[in-house]
């Protein structure tokens, strides 16, 4: 588990504040939602992003 950049972070965090219902814990799903979200052109940074918040809308589940 590495660590995230700052930009990866706040990203992450915005669009979880503003577009809660955008998201779930399905990677697939959330990598579309943040394409279509965001002016981010790299695949690279989309899916890091993508992974950060698919891994807080699982930590948010109750077990």
């Given at each position: 588990m590495a660590i995230k950049p700052a930009y990866?972070?706040?990203t992450g965090t915005?669009?979880?504040e503003r577009y809660?219902?955008?998201f779930t814990t399905d990677f697939e799903?959330?990598?579309d939602s943040v394409e279509k979200?965001?002016?981010v052109e790299s695949k690279g940074v989309r899916n890091?992003?993508?992974g950060y918040v698919t891994?807080?809308?699982s930590a948010q589940?109750?077990?």
């Open positions: 990866v972070k706040k915005l669009l979880l809660p219902d955008a799903q959330n990598k979200l965001t002016t890091r992003i993508a891994r807080k809308k589940v109750p077990a």
